[in-house]
């Protein structure tokens, strides 16, 4: 009997990785003149951004100013980020959740007042009695802490716990803390291939969250 359900929150609650996709894109393309291909950026989705700097240090043979992209990155996302909606169908999933009288949390390997901001302006902060960030733990997604943090401080087992993600690292956070998992990706995860214990769906709306529950 599921008991919980934790939310991943980019790219699961709001679509933050499109358009963290075309910032970085266009900043390593105009100081670098760096092609970033979305296989690779996806490969950083869920977790730290060093993978995708590693790549590039490889494939350009230089070390690139990380601080100077991020910044830049982050001052265009902000310029932009009027755009960002809920995904489609979240909303209700989350409150279905709650209907069914489970406890909800949210593991995020972003940071707690990124994450903290948007629950409150897309109003959703009250429905989660638990939030883990990257300020929780040593180590982010793919690794589990975030998720075993988060089932601790909501007293509830691995296997009596749901976590819904749209990434591989997530997902594997999520099976390796010993949980279920459903995935639904988004526009620049849905090429991803996701462990054979994942549930995969096209859309939030076509989870039959009542059976999954049971």
């Not at 358009?19 to 950026?41: A, C, N, T």
């Not at 830049?72 to 989350?94: A, C």
């Not at 291939?193 to 059976?211: G, M, N, Q, S, W």
Request: glycine share 6%.
């Amino acid at each position: 009997m599921i008991k919980a359900a934790i939310f991943d929150f980019d790219g699961t609650i709001v679509d933050t990785e499109s358009l963290w996709f075309k910032v970085f894109k266009q900043v390593l393309h105009e100081d670098y003149g760096f092609r970033l291909k979305l296989e690779e950026f996806a490969k950083s989705i869920g977790t730290t951004d060093d993978i995708l700097f590693d790549y590039i240090d490889r494939k350009l043979g230089i070390h690139i100013n990380r601080e100077d992209v991020k910044e830049k990155t982050e001052k265009f996302f902000h310029s932009q980020r009027d755009v960002l909606i809920l995904r489609e169908g979240i909303q209700e999933l989350i409150e279905k959740c709650a209907e069914q009288g489970l406890k909800l949390g949210v593991a995020s390997s972003s940071g707690r007042e990124w994450v903290l901001h948007y629950l409150k302006e897309f109003q959703l902060e009250n429905h989660f009695q638990t939030i883990k960030t990257k300020e929780d733990v040593d180590k982010v997604k793919p690794d589990p802490a975030l998720y075993i943090n988060a089932l601790e401080e909501m007293g509830v087992k691995p296997e009596e716990a749901i976590a819904f993600e749209d990434s591989v690292n997530g997902s594997i956070a999520a099976i390796e803390a010993g949980m279920h998992c459903i995935a639904v990706p988004n526009d620049v995860t849905d090429f991803l291939t996701f462990h054979e214990k994942v549930l995969r769906y096209k859309f939030f709306a076509e989870i039959p969250i009542e059976e999954v529950i049971k």
